[in-house]
């Protein structure tokens, strides 16, 4: 017998079964509204993978009563976005049914492919859904993002997930024949294990369920979908990890602040969780050589020399001991005095660049002099004075400004002295 996952089952069909997005499905929210009109935009779905996006998208078409198309830009083309368009225009004439197109994966159409869209859209042929796990604004050209509304789905809340497990339990013909309990406590581990994707934490229950021993038992009798069942259902899980989307951008800027902002165990936590997701480590070595420059720079030059090592010893080891040096590493960074000086200094030179249209080198400064060139000063030999320093001019005539500030963190506390002692001889 076809065996059809929970998941499947309980895709809902009306806005009553749906839980999730209530910021879009809420009364007085943007979706809400244009329901009470009976009419939609044609938009882009956009969220993780789990929060409900091509169920919406089928719900939205049973509360406007509208034909339904579902494709695949994975698999679909401009055949088939022809196609569509030639049925919807032809149901449209013989029975003023309006037609919505959902294209999910929109964003691995080309540009070719979307740019076929446009038209349709624009003229009211179709309404449009497209779902995408990637940034809209990155992966979808203008001209057709100019025609869509961009809605954002989240993942299901605490209270989202309780409502859909429990809703699950009393509703699904299979669960549902079985006197089966579950407690809030078991609930929150399964909405933290499965980060709020709606089809993760169905399959969870589903997993518990048929783990549970439910074989030979008086029907009167409860069985309890414990921690105990979850955690043999959990026990090779794998953490959530995008390797090329946002959530796994998003771990590597959490990792990266949590460094910048001197929190050893955060940063260690956010390393971790990506590593044993199956992240490149070497993204995160680069990422770490990046913040040894940018964030702590001169406060502490020691750090680029130790996130270079790291980098280099994990090439050296793999994994497993690989992690080893990328977590001395990054316990060190995230422990080290913060300056990002030396960042910011080019970053005002480059801002200043653009307000000057030239530029020259002191004639004292270059490398051939002018023939016939009457010489103001000529160059200082530094190392021929006391100290190894002679005050004399090194930027050009027409720029006055400072553009390095060094703070008073670590050695640049040193620097800053030392600069101060220079300009006052």
């Not at 105990?228 to 959530?247: P, R, V, W």
């Not at 990266?256 to 993204?283: Q, T, Y």
Request: proline content about 4%; charged content about 25%.
């Amino acid at each position: 017998m076809k065996q059809i996952p929970l998941a499947f089952r309980m895709r809902p069909q009306s806005l009553q079964d749906y839980f999730g997005q209530q910021h879009l499905l809420a009364k007085e929210k943007i979706l809400a509204r244009m329901l009470v009109k009976k009419q939609i935009v044609s938009m882009i779905l956009y969220g993780k993978p789990g929060v409900g996006k091509t169920t919406l998208a089928k719900v939205l078409a049973n509360e406007l009563n509208d034909y339904f198309i579902e494709l695949s830009a994975v698999s679909a083309g401009i055949k088939d976005i022809k196609s569509a368009v030639l049925s919807a225009q032809t149901r449209y004439e013989e029975s003023h049914q309006q037609t919505i197109l959902f294209l999910d994966e929109i964003h691995r159409f080309n540009k070719a492919q979307q740019d076929t869209l446009l038209p349709h859209v624009e003229n009211g042929d179709l309404i449009l859904i497209g779902a995408t796990t990637e940034n809209p604004f990155f992966s979808i050209n203008n001209a057709l993002l100019s025609r869509l509304t961009v809605l954002k789905l989240k993942p299901l809340t605490l209270q989202d997930m309780n409502a859909l497990l429990r809703h699950a339990l009393s509703c699904d013909k299979i669960l549902s024949s079985y006197p089966l309990t579950l407690k809030d406590s078991t609930i929150e581990k399964i909405f933290y294990a499965s980060t709020g994707d709606c089809r993760c934490a169905l399959n969870l229950l589903e997993a518990m369920f048929l783990v549970a021993n439910t074989a030979d038992i008086n029907i009167k009798k409860e069985i309890e979908l414990g921690d105990e069942l979850l955690a043999i259902t959990l026990s090779e899980h794998a953490h959530k990890m995008d390797k090329g989307g946002d959530y796994f951008y998003d771990q590597l800027s959490a990792f990266h602040k949590s460094v910048r902002g001197s929190d050893p165990d955060a940063a260690v936590f956010w390393l971790a969780n990506m590593i044993e997701s199956g992240a490149d480590p070497l993204v995160i070595a680069r990422r770490m050589l990046c913040i040894a420059s940018e964030d702590i720079g001169n406060a502490d030059p020691k750090a680029l020399g130790l996130a270079l090592d790291a980098w280099q010893a994990y090439e050296r080891l793999g994994l497993p001991e690989g992690r080893l040096p990328l977590i001395q590493a990054a316990v060190y960074l995230a422990c080290a005095p913060k300056s990002n000086a030396a960042y910011m200094a080019y970053k005002s030179v480059f801002d200043d660049l653009k307000n000057y249209s030239e530029v020259s080198v002191p004639i004292h400064l270059r490398n051939i002099k002018p023939i016939g060139e009457k010489i103001s000063a000529e160059y200082q030999y530094p190392h021929n004075f006391p100290e190894g320093y002679v005050k004399q001019r090194y930027l050009p005539d027409n720029v006055n400004r400072q553009y390095y500030y060094p703070t008073d963190r670590g050695l640049e506390q040193k620097i800053s002295q030392k600069l101060s002692y220079l300009k006052s001889k």
